[in-house]
């Protein structure tokens, strides 16, 4: 036998038995950016590498270790997205959507990184994302935060995440406080981690959010960020506090919150768990108002902010908080056995679904005893089953079996069995 090619390492199946759940969590996510009227956008998976070299910053895990870059053909170097941002800032700078006007946008779909595959780590991720365009006030950081709450509370989830805090100030004010943090923690390099010290070169900032304990008991005493902030940024930061406090949305500020990209400034906030261990962090973003520029469009404000989708999910099935009614994707099973049932039974499904078009009808296909049929109907998580053997054919006529409720079991005439199915059952 031929050797069986497998997937590759970090990049997974979703399989049949999971749709359900993806299906239950996009369209939560969906309802909730249609009531807030964020508008679709979709960008291809597939960009120039200049776009993420230049917006997500050369000296970041990501651009160092973690894209899937590739030559084209033609020579020309592509890469495998790793994040939304960049795609999305270049699809609406090259069809002129952000000029003169605001956006709010979402998009889904999978993103690529080369890392260590582990729980709630993939090389190949989904990630929800939303972005808005041309906002400067901290009106539209509060909107997009307070829109993750209420997906919080649509997936009862709102006790089991909290929300980490931070601004970053202006990129003027993030400069001189880089400064200062270089400064003091070059006179100290020698206790810094490796990571840290080979960071305090290239992105300095990132040293703040270390895991080491030596470095990190080295910041206690370090400058802090928010003693370098201006005036603007402040008052920035104290609206948006005024917005979450006013709706009641509580918050931990963090100033070691400094994120992974570049090209954050004044808000950043993370959505984090204790429920999936070192992976905790299911909903990243902040404001970046000077990428749309950097890219070559014009100076515009920008808030947005990225949900990782497989740790949402694994979050709602550790949880236990999925809704039963969204794993069971049949109503009826209809079981055809004998002479000219088939037939009768592709007819009545039609019939059914042309009376009542919410309901899930399967037509057991590929013959077999009710026996075996009866046990596909019970595995299939249907409600009810429908019978057509011999005597329901010759008597037109149909056998309704209620496999999970106190309805029993009654033969009814086929034109009746729609209604007395939505009577008695649903
Ligand atoms: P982490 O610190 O966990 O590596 P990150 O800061 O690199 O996260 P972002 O670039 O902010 O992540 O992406 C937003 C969200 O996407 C994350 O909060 C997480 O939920 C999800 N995510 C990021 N990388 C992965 C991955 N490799 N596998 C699964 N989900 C991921
Ligand atoms: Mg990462």
């Given at each position: 036998m031929a050797k069986k090619i497998q997937?590759?390492?970090?990049?997974?199946d979703i399989l049949p038995e999971?749709?359900?759940?993806?299906?239950?969590?996009?369209?939560?996510?969906?309802?909730?950016l249609a009531s807030y009227g964020y508008d679709e956008i979709r960008m291809p998976i597939v960009e120039q590498t200049a776009l993420f070299?230049?917006?997500?910053?050369?000296?970041?895990?990501?651009?160092?270790?973690?894209?899937?870059?590739?030559?084209?053909r033609n020579g020309d170097s592509l890469t495998l997205r790793p994040e939304g941002t960049a795609s999305c800032v270049r699809a609406c700078e090259e069809h002129g959507l952000l000029y003169?006007?605001?956006?709010?946008?979402?998009?889904?779909?999978?993103?690529?990184?080369?890392e260590r595959p582990q729980k709630g780590r993939y090389r190949?991720?989904?990630?929800?994302?939303?972005?808005?365009?041309?906002?400067?006030?901290?009106?539209?950081?509060?909107?997009?935060?307070?829109?993750?709450?209420?997906?919080?509370k649509m997936l009862g989830l709102t006790d089991q995440v909290t929300l980490q805090l931070n601004t970053l100030g202006s990129n003027e004010a993030r400069a001189q406080y880089r400064?200062?943090?270089?400064?003091?923690?070059?006179?100290?390099?020698?206790?810094?981690?490796?990571?840290?010290?080979?960071?305090?070169?290239?992105?300095?900032?990132?040293?703040?959010?270390?895991k080491d304990p030596a470095t990190q008991a080295l910041l206690a005493d370090a400058p802090?960020?928010?003693?370098?902030l201006d005036d603007e940024s402040r008052e920035h930061f104290d609206l948006l506090r005024s917005i979450l406090d006013a709706a009641g949305v509580q918050y931990e500020i963090n100033q070691r919150l400094v994120r992974g990209l570049d090209y954050y400034c004044k808000t950043v906030f993370e959505w984090v768990t204790d429920k999936l261990g070192a992976q905790g962090t299911v909903c990243a973003g902040g404001r970046y108002d000077g990428l749309v520029e950097q890219l070559g469009g014009k100076p515009t404000p920008a808030v947005g902010f990225a949900m990782g989708v497989e740790r949402l999910i694994l979050l709602l099935e550790t949880l236990e908080l999925i809704p039963q009614e969204v794993l069971n994707t049949l109503d009826v099973y209809i079981c055809p056995v004998g002479e000219g049932s088939a037939?009768?039974?592709?007819?009545?499904?039609?019939?059914?679904?042309?009376?009542?078009s919410w309901l899930r009808v399967q037509t057991h296909c590929g013959g077999g005893s009710f026996k075996s049929q009866m046990k596909k109907a019970d595995k299939s998580g249907a409600r009810i089953a429908l019978l057509l053997g011999e005597d329901e054919i010759n008597n037109g006529t149909v056998t309704i079996k209620d496999l999970r409720g106190e309805a029993g079991q009654e033969t009814v005439a086929v034109s009746d069995a729609g209604d007395w199915i939505a009577r008695e059952i649903f």
């Open positions: 997937a590759i390492r970090g990049m997974n999971q749709s359900p759940v993806w299906q239950y969590l996009e369209g939560t996510v969906k309802e909730l070299k230049r917006s997500i910053g050369e000296v970041t895990d990501i651009v160092e270790k973690e894209m899937y870059t590739f030559d084209d003169n006007q605001t956006q709010r946008l979402w998009y889904t779909g999978p993103m690529f990184r080369h190949q991720f989904y990630q929800i994302g939303v972005e808005t365009f041309g906002m400067p006030t901290a009106d539209i950081d509060a909107e997009v935060i307070l829109m993750t709450a209420r997906l919080w400064d200062a943090l270089v400064e003091f923690l070059g006179a100290r390099k020698d206790q810094l981690d490796e990571d840290s010290q080979r960071r305090l070169d290239t992105n300095p900032l990132r040293v703040l959010d270390s802090q960020l928010h003693e370098y037939r009768a039974a592709l007819l009545l499904a039609d019939q059914l679904r042309d009376e009542h």
